[in-house]
Every structure is written in C-alpha cells, then in structure tokens.
C-alpha cells in the first residue's frame, strides 16, 4: 500500500489547526495586491499526524540500527540533546534582543568556541558557518583574503587531493580560485612529489582531509604542512573526519592552519534526513582577525566591574572579517547540542569517542579483509574503503551489494566514493555500535558476498524487502516530476 | 565510557581479531609527538548535571514568548502549532542521513517533494530545491545562479536598498572572489523606481524584498517586465516573507524568475535566529542553474510510485569544482517543519494567519500614529511590519520599554544600526501572537515614554 501524498488527503472545506478570532478591528485590505487562490492542502490535526507518522516508518534511521555511512559519522544521537534544544529559554530568544537579556545563549556559544579550541588546539572559532561545505566556504574566503591582505594578490591555486570530497573544489571555485588535483601515491597518502611543481608564489594553500577519505591518516601530514608553510601557503583540514582525532591529536599542532568542525557528525548532534547541520570555522591566530562576524567574546572588564548594565559576554566583529556567511549568529540549536554533547563526555570521553571509532572500524575490517578486496592495507582510522566487486562474480556491483544490505534491515555504506577506488564501499561503524552489532554487520556482509557467487540475481534485484524495490533514477532524471500537480493526477 | 558500550572482555577480544596489543597500535601512524594532548576540557557531567545547568542557562535569557514582543527584522514569533514538533521528535526523521539510499528513504524523500510542491504554490514558481541554509544564503545563490544564467559573460547585479541587509552582506560574503560589480544599495535612501533605473544590458540581475525590510509591499506590477527589458533578459528575484503569501499575490503570477526567502516563520521557533530555512524557486528553465538537492518522483521496477534524489549532476559531489554550488547538508529537518506547518494550517489556517498579522500590524500603527511625538512612515501597503519615527534614539525607547515600563516589552529593531540616515527610526513587528492588551500596552509604554522624555528634556 503506498502512502498517498498530503494533497491526495485534502478534502475541500476541510480544515486544521484553528486560531483564535481576531481581536483588533479590521483594516482595509489592498484588492488590487491580493492572490485569487491559496492552494495548500484542507487536512485535519489527525490527517497530518497519521501521515507523516507512516511516512517516518519508512525512513532507516540511527534509532533503528547501525548505520556505517562512510564519511558521514552517523553515531547515536543521545536524546539529552533534544531536550536540551528544546528548553523554553533557548527556542524563545530572539537574535536581535539586547546582549544583556541573552547572556545564557552567549555564554553557551562562547563556551562551544573554548571547547572547540580545547580539542583542536586552534586560537579562535566562528560559530557562524551552517554546515560543513559552508565551513568550507569560509575557511577558502579566510586563506584568500589572508592572502590578499599581504598584497599577495597573484596566489591563485588550491591544491585538492584526488581523494577529497567533492565539497573542497567546489568551495574553491565558488571563491574564485583554480583548483589543482593531486593524485594519491601507492599507500594512499597525497604524492609528495606531485604537489612539488605547485610550490610557487601562486600557491594559496592546500585542503586536506585527514584521515583521508580512505580512512588512513596521511603519514606525510607533518612534511606537507611544512612544505605548503615554505612556499608561502596556508594549510585547509577538512574536518568531516575528526572523528577519529578527537583527543588524539589537535589538527593546529601539526600544522592546520584553518579547519571546520561538522557538529552533525562528529559531536552528535543529528543529521536530520540531510541539516541542519553546523560548521564552526577553527584557526591560527594569525587568521583571527578574518573570520566571519560576528564572534562571541568575553569582556574581562565587566567582570571585573561587575556592574549590571555591561554585558559579560558580547558580539565582536573582528577587523579584517570576511564578513558574514549568513544572516544573524550560526545554527544556535544545534551549538546547543554540541555544547551537551562535549559537556558530557570531557578529555577522558571525546578521547574513548575516537579510539572506539577506530577499533570498531579495524575489527569490521578485520573481520570481512579476506573477503572484500582491500586497495589499501593499513591500519585504518574511523572508516575503511574496500571494493564492492568479486572475481568470481563478475556481474556484481557495489550497487548491488548496498541494495541486498537493505534487506537484511541494515543501511549500506556509502558506495561509488572516494572515487579512486573503484566499486567503492566507505564504512565507518562509528563508536556508539555494539561489538554484537558490528558483528552482525560483518556476518551480512560475509553472507552477500556468498549469494554474489551463488544466486547473482539476488543482488542485482535488491532490496526485495523495503517499502519500495529499487527505484529507477534515470526515469526520474528525465521525467522531471519535481512537484505535485493537481491536474495531472 | 559515554555512549560507547563495549566492555573491557569486548575491546580485548576485538584487538586481537585487529592483530594489535593495545588500542595505542591503533594509533601508529599519529606522529608521537603530538599524541595524546591533554585538551582541558571541563570535568564531564552526568545527563542529570548538565540539564541542571543547561537550564540556568537557559533560565538566564529572556523569552520572547513570554514578554510582549515586537521585534522582527527578519526573524518572527509566530504560533507553532503542537503537531510540528511531534513530527521533528520522529527518531525516524531527525535521527537520518541525507536520503541517498531511496528505497529506505522514502519517508524524508517524499516529504521534501510535498515540501517543493507547497513551495511552488506558495510563491507561484514551477520548481523548488530542498532548501538552502537560510534566507540570507539564498539570496546569495540566487544571484550566482543568475550569474550562470549568463555563462558569467555579465557582471552586474542590483541590489534594492531595502533588501535585507544581512542578505546584502552575505551576497558580498559569497562572491568576494567573482569579480561582480554589485550595486544599488550605495545610497540606502534610494527609491525603488530609480534603483531599477541601474539595470542594463550588462546586469543579470536584479534582487528586491517584498514585503521588503521595512515591512512595505513592493509594487511588483511590471517590473518583471521592466528588469527584463533594461536588462534584456536579465532576471528578477525575488525575496519574501512566506506568510505573507497567505494574503498576497505570489511573486511568479507577476513574472519574477527566481522567488526565496527565509522559511523561518513557517513553524520554526526563534532558536537565537537559527536554523530556519532558505526556500528557493524558480522557473522550470532554469532548473539546471538552481543550486541544491531537488527530489523527484520516479518508479520502482515494479512500476510503484517512489521518489528519489535527481538532476544530481549539477552537484558537487559529482561535479565537483564546475558544480553549481557546494551545498551539501541543508536544512532537512526545518523543511519537514514547514510542510507540517503548512498542512496543518491549510489553506484555511495560512490565510487567517497572514489577516491577523495584517490587522494588528494595522491596529497598532494606527494607534501609534495618534500618539503625540510618534509618526508612522508608510508611503506604501505594509504587511505585519511597519516603520516609526520615534521622538528619541530608539536604543533609548527600547531600555525604557524593557527596564523601567512595568510590563517588561521588546521593542522593535532600531534601523539606526543599518541604516545611519534613520536615526530614531524603529522597525516595529506585531504577529498573531500580539494579542490587543499586549498592543494597547506597546502604545501606552510609548506614549509614556514620550512623556517622560519630555520631562527629561525640558529640565
């Protein structure tokens, strides 16, 4: 049975939420500025909660099992952040009230900034950036202006290993700089050489991920910092992967220059079904003064003052700013949840967050390595590439073994990247999984790879058991149905 | 160990299959020397502790649902009703990844089709995208898509003055490195008819706000028309504020080319001005120039109605540095509030929604009006926002309001901040959840402010 769309429940005259009458007298209305028709749905309360509750049973979620999206950090999501979200206080400040009548929120933002500090070692932070990609964004503004400040105004060039994802060359054509790959050598760490014919005076700097999308830790990190510091450049680190870091090492200390923090996946705040997200910006001091405005600081005066009427923590905008990356302060609800999150857990639990990561990956790894081919053998960080194809299966895909995973009730891994592998599967269990459901997760994966040799079909007709069979993207591509339509239904 | 659940037996057991003696091997390839900082973070607190102190926290602000409030500039107390959070607490929803794997997926993928189909209907527009980070990112995508539109062979963009000035700022932000000519707001005061007059045959758009930062409706009646021929072609977009649309004409029955804005009144709280929600539509030609994810309806093998993620490649993630924008997370879960909220309200709801706001707004700057030393400015419709002329800086009205007024009330946004040449200008907001008694109240604390300030200045 499918579940009809909200406007295949409308029922003309039927009607929802109620108001209160009005109670001020009516005023003129401007005919001539007025729309004929308002096409919303005409559903009950009960029609809309009983909709949108059958469409939630068929999403796969965190709450209903592993989810090993390589990249993605899909770790459990302790409720205690939604509470927190949630306290009346918080939902109801307006960001344009005085300083003095927010100062909670305040000192929470400010206090995320020190935390943020504390595990990344960088000087200061902006809260401001909604997510990862727009983190991104703003780190390249921030190295180009640096850049230009300086009156190095022919630094032009990005360095962006062939590994990364896609988000880092688009943030930096979106910034109006070139962007130069660089291929990965036979470990799977950037080729040092190659990046030598770039270490000129056009260089703005490099992005890297690190551990990298193959899930290993660059073992040229130290020597690449170094080496892009020398020809003038400065050093971007995608943070998607900090994961496997936290507590372990601060990305500023071996030479990051500016990085972003997703607060979705790494400090647990949830994804959503696709945002918000948050994307704080970290960096070096010598970048301070180039971070979006506003940023949050603590006026040490008024403290000692004491006196009422100065606000002890305020907005400030610093000097050389990029200026803003989006209306008002940053993704507050969600700074909320991070703040709980690293309340939490202290030096001792972000360090246990990170090391289970990682035994949870290698153990996943260790248990499927003879059989799903590995392009790179090490020791792996938080996540883990294999390829999803068998030689003695030739006709099968990583497509279809992410399919067949549907239906034994667990969500694949991310397929078809990084893109130099081929027929990719990136898994990355996350700390928050059981060793049983790890297990469980590899018995799967072991069994597919049997049915691959044995019932070929099975695959290629995956997911059998799911609220729809495999659905046909081409057809959607053409067809272009993009909205409901009334008169064509 | 804080949500991490093996035991000690477990983590042996697992470190042998890895083939390593302690979780450290694990960690070989992390140069020694900067292994294992000591980060000083705080001493961790149980989940009874640090609600106890996230409370006092919040405690410490003062709620905007709780006190008569009259501030808006782009962020609005609008009644939620209860089912939309009963949808966002959906383990279901919130706790999901961008839908990527359609077939268990299907609960998020078709809510943000009826999210785009209600978004179309609401602004007029034949195609919607997933959303965008809020209004303000938008209004920067829009003029990068419409800078696409144009192979970026023209340069200039116009911006109204009375656009949003975080939009302004963000559209600076977004493009420092294109190379764009971005004018029309360099002299704030500039009326409507003569910033157009800045649009030609080099120009690839032209941004207005309606209604517009000021709470005024714009005149959109041939303007579409007008951009298109000083501009030959160049596109019109517009931004606006959703509930509005509950009373006005959509911007696409008066031929704009993109329509956006921020979703936040659409069931969102104020949550400090973020998340909300950027909407974003626009003509079906452009639809390959439009940034963001889109979902479509397609079929499964079996010939069942599914929906899917689609016109991907123009995406980052396969495109890559020629992607139309590097938006990868948006605003998911606010989308799914915006489609409760509007079907729970309907077409009914939305409609008295958008007439209290227009009433009220109406009642209190006619009532304001009358008081002695305040003037409304008004030279065209307002919607639920409206512009005074105070007797005193506004900052000064506002710490009145708040502090020495009995009934402790936010005043509205002092313009003096954005705009210099409004000194003692305030830009005063008033909702559905304005009630009369907190509006009667408003004019009685201004007039005796004006008052006391008359006292003040005569001695």
Known sequence: MTEPLIFELSIPGRKGVRLPELDVPESELPADLLRDDLPLPEVSEVDVVRHYLRLSQLNYAVDKGIYPLGSCTMKYNPKINEVAARLPGFVGIHPLQDELTVQGALYLMYHLQEQLKAISGFDAISLQPAAGAHGELTGVLIMRKYHLDRGETQRDTMLIPDSAHGTNPASTSMSGLRVVEIPSDARGNVDLEAMKAYMNERLIGIMITNPNTLGLFDENLEAICQMVHEAGGLVYGDGANMNALMGIMRPAEIGIDVMHFNLHKTFSTPHGGGGPGSGPVGVVAKLADFLPAPIVVKEVDAEEEAEEEAPLYTFYDPPKSIGRVKSFWGHFSVMIKAYTYIRMLGDEGVRRAAEYAVLNANYLLSRIRDVYPLPYDRICKHEFVVEGRFEDAPGVRALDIAKRLIDYGVHPPTNYFPLIVHEALMIEPTETESKQEVDRYADILLKIAEEAKTDPDLLHEAPHNAPVRRLDEVYAARQKILRYRRDQQ | ?459
């Open chain 2, 1 to 459: 160990m804080v949500f991490v659940p093996h035991t000690e037996e477990e983590r042996q057991a697992m470190l042998k299959a890895i083939g390593v003696e302690k979780m450290d091997d694990l960690f070989y390839d992390v140069p020694a020397r900067y292994r294992y900082p000591t980060l000083g973070l705080e001493a961790p607190l149980t989940e009874m502790e640090v609600l106890e102190e996230l409370r006092e926290l919040s405690e410490a602000n003062l709620n905007a649902y709780r006190t008569p409030t009259f501030l808006g500039a782009g962020i609005y107390r609008h009644w939620v009703p209860a089912v939309v959070d009963y949808v966002l607490s959906r383990g279901e929803f919130y706790t999901a990844y961008t839908p990527y794997q359609a077939e268990i997926s299907q609960g998020t993928l078709t809510a943000i089709f009826e999210y785009q189909s209600l978004i179309c209907d609401l602004t007029g527009m034949e195609v919607a995208n997933a959303s965008h980070y809020d209004g303000a990112t938008a209004a920067a995508e829009a003029v990068i898509q419409a800078y696409n539109v144009f192979r970026g062979k023209r340069k200039k963009v116009v911006l109204a003055p009375t656009l949003h000035p975080h939009y302004r700022e963000v559209i600076r932000t977004y493009t420092q490195g294109m190379g764009l000519e971005i004018v029309g707001d360099e002299a704030l005061e500039k009326p409507l008819e003569e910033v157009v007059e800045m649009v030609d045959e080099q120009t690839f758009a032209f941004i207005v706000q309606t209604p517009n930062f000021f709470g005024e409706i714009e005149p959109l009646e041939g303007l579409a028309d007008e951009v298109h021929t000083r501009g030959k072609k160049a596109l019109l977009a517009v931004a606006v504020n959703p509930i509005s649309l509950g009373l006005l004409k959509p911007p696409g029955e008066y031929g704009a080319d993109i329509v956006f804005g921020d979703g936040q009144p659409l069931g969102l709280g104020l949550n400090f001005g973020g998340p909300t929600l950027g909407f974003y539509a626009t003509k079906m030609r452009y639809v390959h120039q439009m940034a963001g994810r889109i979902v479509g309806e397609t079929k499964d093998v079996e010939g069942k109605r599914g929906f899917v993620l689609t016109l991907t490649s123009r995406e980052q993630h396969i495109r890559r540095h020629r992607a139309t924008s590097n938006i990868c997370s948006n605003q998911g879960i606010m989308t799914l509030a915006a489609t409760v909220y509007l079907s729970a309200l309907g077409k009914d709801g939305l409609r008295k929604v958008a007439l209290a706001n227009y009433h009220k707004a109406h009642y209190a700057a006619e009532r304001i009006a009358a008081l002695p030393g305040y003037t409304v400015v008004a030279d065209k419709p307002f919607f639920n926002e409206f512009v005074v002329e105070c007797p005193a800086p506004v900052a000064e009205i506002n710490d009145f309001l708040l502090n020495e007024w009995d009934y402790e009330i936010i005043g509205g946004y002092d313009l003096s901040r954005d705009y210099p040449h409004l000194a003692r200008h305030m830009l005063v907001a008033v909702t559905e959840m304005n009630g009369r008694d907190e509006i009667d109240d408003f004019v009685e604390a201004l007039r005796a402010f004006a008052d006391y300030h008359q006292v003040e200045v005569e001695a």
